[in-house]
């Protein structure tokens, strides 16, 4: 029996490159279902190709193959690696921090190199610019085909030996929370952070009520303002923004019907810190 391929990467979709992915998995088996989560991820943004695996892997089957290619050091000394997930699906990528999300949220359980040299797709030895296709869709669908074990893709390494990118947690200090934007909705411009909700209801904030929001680029304030916490977008009216929590139970904001991010020019990552705190209560006076 054949697990699902699940492909990733920054190629787009304009050129053969994806396509040639394909054929190489469906050329080591023509039963093989293959998949993809995206192949829109930004350019070299390692960063965005680690969020969408955590956002996606826990919802595909046990034995699962997830191929990931962001790899702007490509045919360099970086190391190519394989990773099986505490809960048991597979990812085969460059050692580059791709898996660092992962590696923090969900855990893994054993990690191999990938000896690229003896799991290199036949013919192609002299090409050290496409491993997407010579070498991590090779070795994916060898692996989700059952032709090679996952203990024979290559040594086992130390899991801590495994490149991380730098992070910050959140962290509650009194009555207020802060953390990162961590990546962006990005149809739809909603801005995802790091705060899970366990973190965000001590601060004891009720459905329908007010929380006081600021962001901050480095040192630059970029926004400030008070907004409703609650459940979806159909609770405050069109070009309102909220504050609720997304599908990976941590806290967002938004506009409804509307960009947040493209409304006052957000971005993501560790130098976008944002916090949350209940808004204090205004008392009208006659």
Do not use: C
Request: hydrophobic share 40%.
């Amino acid at each position: 029996m054949t697990n699902a391929v699940v492909f990733q990467s920054d190629f787009g979709l304009v050129d053969g490159a994806v396509s040639a992915m394909h054929g190489v998995a469906f050329s080591e088996d023509e039963n093989l279902k293959i998949f993809d989560l995206t192949h829109e991820i930004p350019q070299y943004d390692i960063w965005e190709a680690s969020y969408r695996l955590i956002q996606t892997v826990e919802y595909w089957p046990v034995g699962t193959v997830f191929v990931s290619v962001v790899d702007p050091g490509v045919g360099s000394s970086r190391r190519s690696i394989a990773i099986k997930t505490l809960s048991g699906r597979y990812v085969i990528t460059p050692d580059n921090g791709t898996l660092t999300h992962i590696k923090r949220m969900i855990g893994i359980k054993e990690a191999r190199i990938i000896h690229e040299k003896s799991n290199h797709l036949p013919h192609s030895e002299l090409s050290y610019t496409f491993h997407g296709r010579d070498v991590y869709a090779y070795v994916g669908a060898k692996l989700a085909s059952g032709h090679i074990s996952f203990e024979e893709i290559g040594d086992e390494v130390l899991i801590d030996s495994i490149i991380e990118l730098p992070t910050l947690e959140p962290k509650l200090d009194k009555n207020a929370i802060e953390g990162i934007i961590d990546v962006l909705d990005v149809r739809f411009g909603s801005l995802w952070t790091n705060i899970p909700y366990e973190l965000f209801e001590q601060l004891e904030i009720k459905t329908d009520d007010r929380v006081e929001v600021t962001i901050r680029n480095n040192t630059r304030h970029v926004y400030h303002n008070i907004i409703t916490y609650t459940k979806s977008f159909a609770n405050v009216y069109a070009g309102e923004s909220l504050v609720y929590i997304n599908s990976l139970q941590n806290m967002a904001v938004a506009i409804n019907q509307g960009s947040f991010a493209k409304a006052y020019n957000i971005r993501t990552g560790t130098s976008w810190k944002i916090e949350l705190k209940k808004a204090p209560r205004i008392i009208y006076e006659d």
